[in-house]
């Protein structure tokens, strides 16, 4: 079993920074793709970003230049630090993970954390 646990989200004035991190626990797995999406109320779910093992990111287009994802493969962790937050940023923000469990692959899911941007 693999449980993705985040953290980091909160409530900030717009202009301000957060940084939500992402853990993925447990035993006999690796981890290849890791990204970050988000839903607002009354919205789709949407794609923020995502981003390889080796590194290699892809943003949406209306978090580029504001949001940076980033990894650090031994901890099993990524993150997303987001700056100059807009209040139409605010949502759940959910981590997602490509796991590679032996022979197969597997998608999970975090359980969300809020992120709440005021004008």
């Known amino acids: 079993q693999v449980q993705l646990v985040e953290s980091g989200g909160g409530l900030v004035q717009a202009g301000g920074s957060l940084r939500l991190s992402c853990a993925a626990s447990?035993?006999?797995?690796?981890?290849?793709?890791m990204g970050w999406y988000r839903q607002a109320p009354g919205k789709q779910r949407e794609l923020v970003a995502t981003i390889t093992r080796s590194g290699s990111t892809n943003y949406a287009d209306s978090v580029k230049g504001r949001f940076t994802i980033s990894r650090d493969n031994a901890k099993n962790t990524v993150y997303l630090q987001m700056n100059s937050l807009k209040p139409e940023d605010t949502a759940v923000y959910y981590c997602?993970?490509?796991?590679?469990?032996?022979?197969?692959?597997?998608?999970?899911w975090g359980q969300g954390t809020q992120v709440t941007v005021s004008s």
């Open positions: 997602n993970s490509d796991i590679n469990i032996p022979g197969r692959g597997y998608n999970y």
């Open positions: 447990g035993t006999g797995f690796s981890i290849n793709a």
